[in-house]
């Protein structure tokens, strides 16, 4: 089946990932996804503050978690969440439609170059969402002509390699101790928007003001055990275990389960992370 998919040529990669593969496994383990994040729940709603007659953009809405919190919130109102993943938007319509939230729409789309609606939303959010945009600054202006004057932007961006145990360490592992390549520092990646400087470089660039940052630290989820984060994990990154030879596959394998069993607790397998809260105005 082809993609309808329209996106910037310079997210050209991106979208193939996301509706391709990658989105594929996310809509498959959305509660897991979900739940990895859940620490973050209650800060990044307070944070959105979304009234009863808002209408919101979620950007990078994946699977709709946070569509549907929002879409709760906003009774009066509508909540659209915006994707690259067919797939993930699947589960996103169908867990709305289950839970009769008539309010909460859902579109396919590049938002670094969809049309928008100009100034017809109060707010635009997302949860680790926009780390991934080519030009970023483009992004951003196309969602920031979609607010309406004074309207806001609420997004939640990990913090600098350094403070997030749970990449470093599963990373770690999994290339036997070796440097991890990471994509420079102003190209598509987890990391992207982690420098606070280059953040408010590039909202300002796009034509927002008043960009504030708080530090939130939190534990993130990766299973019930250290079986079941094995499995997980493995889902997500053993496309590192291609990058070694037959004896160096099990050796790596083998210092994943160690690390997972290290921190295996009452509560799941838990790592430490870092992350901003950021919050900007269109003028």
């Known amino acids: 089946m082809v993609s309808a998919l329209r996106a910037d040529p310079s997210n050209a990669d991106q979208a193939a990932a ?17 739940r990895a994040m859940r620490a973050y729940r209650g800060a990044f ?12 953009l979620d950007i990078g809405c994946g699977t709709g978690e946070t569509t549907r919190d929002l879409a709760r919130q906003a009774s009066g ?15 996103a ?15 396919q789309a590049d938002a670094q170059i969809h049309s928008f609606p100009a ?20 992004a951003f202006r196309n969602i920031g002509g979609a607010l309406r004057p004074g309207g806001r932007l609420v997004q939640l961006v990990w913090q600098p390699l350094a403070g997030n145990e749970w990449f470093l360490s599963l990373t770690r592992a999994l290339a ?12 598509p990646g987890p990391f992207s928007l982690s420098d ?3 953040v408010r470089t590039v909202l300002g660039a796009a034509g927002f003001t ?19 984060a094995e499995r997980f994990v493995l889902g997500m990154l053993g496309w590192m275990l291609d990058l070694l030879d037959e004896e160096d596959r099990p050796r790596a394998v083998d210092g994943l389960r160690a690390t997972l069993a290290a921190h295996q607790s009452d509560s799941g397998v838990l790592y430490a992370s870092a992350a901003w809260l950021i919050r900007a105005a269109r003028p």
């Open 119 to 138: 100034a017809a939303w109060d707010l635009a959010v997302s949860r680790s969402g926009t780390m991934f945009f080519a030009d970023p600054v483009a």
């Open 210 to 228: 008043d960009v504030r940052l708080d530090p939130h630290g939190e534990e993130m989820w990766f299973g019930e055990d250290a079986a079941d």
């Open 18 to 34: 996301w509706d391709g593969r990658e989105g594929a496994y996310w809509a498959e383990h959305a509660d897991r996804f979900d």
């Open 93 to 107: 319509r169908q867990r709305a439609a289950a839970e009769a939230l008539p309010n909460a729409d859902f579109v």
């Open 77 to 91: 109102g509508r909540v659209l969440g915006v994707d690259l993943s067919a797939a993930m938007l699947r589960v």
């Open 196 to 198: 606070p400087a280059r």
């Open 176 to 187: 036997l101790g070796r440097p991890v390549p990471t994509p420079a520092a102003d190209a």
């Open 45 to 56: 709603l307070a944070a959105a503050d979304v009234s009863a007659a808002d209408r919101v």
